[in-house]
């Protein structure tokens, strides 16, 4: 009875939608678990970082009732680039955020279109070519079914 979750799915949603424009500025990865070489920079990566869950109501035994879900992933941006490299962030987080928003596919999986980003966190490594990173903390809310986190009741 093993499945994707409703919160995963949304996550691959997010995924397809930054890499479907032709004109994207990066590849989004979902997750990564090796370092990015300097020749797939510039680059996103999306991973989950926690959730909460409240029960919204009882249901009846077979359903189980209805379970509100909040879901904090993050987009890592990398870039690399002359100094400063954190300003070349700026373009690709606007970016990821417009498109994400325009999505016409997230907001049926969301609860009352409520993907916003949270948090920023900006981070610059000085080298021959500078590194930088910024940390977009995304949170969402979705409702599940309580006996089952694969069965996601639209918003």
Excluded at 87 to 113: C, G, K, N
Aim: charged share 20%; with cysteine; net charge negative.
């Amino acid at each position: 009875m093993a499945g994707t979750s409703a919160g995963e799915a949304i996550m691959v949603q997010m995924v397809a939608t930054l890499n479907a424009p032709s004109d994207k500025p990066a590849t989004t990865y979902r997750s990564r678990p090796d370092a990015l070489n300097e020749e797939e920079l510039s680059a996103f990566v999306l991973y989950a970082m926690e959730e909460e869950s409240k029960i919204r109501s009882g249901g009846t035994a077979q359903s189980g009732g209805t379970v509100e879900r909040t879901r904090k992933v993050c987009l890592e941006i990398q870039t690399k680039g002359p100094a400063p490299a954190d300003a070349q962030l700026d373009p690709l987080y606007v970016w990821a955020v417009q498109t994400l928003l325009a999505d016409s596919t997230l907001p049926t999986l969301l609860r009352w279109r409520s993907l916003h980003d949270a948090r920023i966190q900006w981070d610059t490594q000085a080298g021959a070519s500078d590194l930088a990173v910024a940390l977009v903390v995304f949170t969402f809310d979705y409702y599940t079914t309580r006996l089952d986190p694969t069965l996601l009741i639209p918003g």
